[in-house]
């Protein structure tokens, strides 16, 4: 068998900072650290404890508020056969989110909301590092953008109680 029918046999998906290999309809694609969705759209994983997890693409900003409650995927997501949502949580739960969005140049000022734990990330660099158990609790960081696309990465868990991952960015 050679590679092109392989790699046309076997899917293989990989989510972080690995490469996603897809084979669709007989063409191989390539994205690195992500599914393949749109500039202005993440990729974004919620996983529990318990071992439920579901992937999709969402538009920006990342704006969550589920108080005692989780996540939850819609019925028939990608990778999922049964047409079942899946329930994520409602505590000890992780949520990520990797996207490409366009930026102009300028200041920016990049604000994170969080009960619990939250990173961001801005083109590799850690930007916001408040990984801990705390009510929900705003964090702001400034800095300057160039023109043209960059990748933005957030990481969030929830321990325990309420739940709120929010993300967003202003141009000053």
């Known amino acids: 068998m ?14 972080g900072t690995m490469a996603l290999i897809l084979a669709i309809s007989g063409f191989v694609r390539t994205v690195v650290g992500q599914a393949s969705c749109d500039v202005g759209q993440y990729w974004a994983t919620y996983a529990d404890e318990k071992g439920h997890r579901f992937s999709h693409c ?6 969550y508020d589920w108080g005692n409650s989780g996540p939850r ?7 999922k056969s049964d047409g079942v949502s ?6 000890h739960f992780h949520a990520e989110w ?5 930026f102009d140049d300028g200041m920016y000022t990049f604000i994170a909301k969080a009960d619990d734990g939250i990173k961001v990330w801005v083109d ?13 609790t705003q964090f702001e960081r400034r800095r300057s953008m160039t023109k043209g696309e960059h990748t ?3 990481e969030y868990f929830e321990g325990a109680e309420a739940a709120v991952a929010k993300f967003w960015w202003e141009k000053r």
């Open 152 to 154: 933005l990465r957030v």
């Open 98 to 102: 990797t996207g490409r969005f366009h």
């Open 2 to 15: 050679n590679a092109l029918r392989l790699i046309k046999a076997v899917k293989v998906v990989a989510v």
């Open 58 to 63: 969402e538009r920006g900003p990342i704006n």
């Open 86 to 91: 899946t329930i994520i949580g409602p505590d």
């Open 73 to 79: 995927s819609a019925a028939g997501v990608p990778g």
């Open 124 to 136: 590799g660099v850690q930007i916001i590092n408040e990984w801990r158990i705390q009510a929900a």
